[in-house]
């Protein structure tokens, strides 16, 4: 854990410019209003039996106004026999409720909610509601941009429902839990500005945790990603997400998880 906080405070204390732009969590900040996003995540995690656990997550983003955005999301993978198969998909939705706006810098907050459907096997103790779990998750997302440097931390209930129509949650398992994160980002390039064609690369640290609320069973993740912004319209995600303690059972928590998105700007008028 030492090694951790000296790791956090290296990068935080670092001077370049930040963006509120992270791989595993959403920021409080919403797109740009009246735009709309597509997004394709793709994740490869490893089984601790060497099986490639793959998920393919397309997703459509609108931004309706600079308070409201919404997300809706599909989910395809390889668990279930006979290759990808669709599982479900979810709805996401997002309020900003506070904005204060100062010279470079920033302070936002914002309450979210999800809702998922999800035809999958349940198997592990783990809850996730974004490609695992039928359920709903819930919180409250605050996001601080001091100059150069964005964090942003969150804080949610997430409950989990049958995944009909064969599998029922195991009464024996907690059905309910309580997330947590921590992430913080800084600008590598360019170092100096001359436009917003350039093309931009940060960097990227985030901390993903739970804990079940019915056993008190938790884990924690740690998660470094590089992110380039290009023509500040399509971003490219390259992130490895490893688990740094666990109590509770996981099928495949490590992975690399590669993302895409392309912005299209004013397309509601």
């Excluded at 955005?69 to 198969?85: D, P, T």
């Excluded at 398992?173 to 500005?193: C, D, H, Q, R, W």
């Excluded at 739970?210 to 023509?231: E, M």
């Excluded at 500040?232 to 390259?238: E, G, K, L, M, T």
């Amino acid at each position: 854990m030492k090694k951790l906080f000296f790791i956090l405070m290296v990068f935080v204390s670092l001077k370049v410019r930040a963006q509120e732009l992270f791989v595993f969590t959403e920021p409080a900040s919403n797109m740009p209003a009246k735009s709309l996003g597509i997004r394709d995540m793709n994740a490869f995690m490893f089984e601790k039996d060497g099986k490639l656990n793959y998920h393919n997550m397309p997703e459509l983003m609108w931004g309706i106004n600079k308070k409201w955005m919404v997300h809706a999301q599909g989910f395809i993978s390889n668990r279930q026999e006979g290759g990808l198969k669709a599982e479900g998909g979810s709805l996401y939705a997002k309020y900003r409720f506070l904005s204060m706006d100062d010279i470079q810098s920033h302070f936002r907050m914002a309450v979210y909610g999800r809702y998922s459907l999800n035809n999958a096997d349940i198997h592990q103790q783990e809850i996730e509601t974004m490609g695992h779990n039928t359920g709903y998750e819930s919180g409250i997302i605050a996001t601080q941009l001091l100059h150069k440097i964005a964090l942003s931390t969150s804080l949610s209930y997430e409950r989990a429902l049958d995944n009909k129509p064969d599998y029922k949650f195991p009464g024996s398992e907690s059905n309910s839990a309580i997330n947590y994160t921590f992430s913080v980002g800084k600008l590598m390039l360019p170092k100096v500005y001359r436009d917003y064609n350039q093309t931009n690369m940060n960097f990227m640290l985030e901390f993903l945790g739970q804990r079940l609320n019915d056993n008190g069973k938790s884990y924690l993740d740690i998660a470094p990603s590089v992110q380039f912004i290009i023509n500040s319209q399509a971003r490219v995600d390259i992130a490895y997400r490893q688990e740094l303690y666990s109590t509770m059972q996981r099928t495949a928590p490590n992975g690399i998880v590669l993302k895409f998105e392309y912005t299209l700007f004013n397309v509601f008028k």
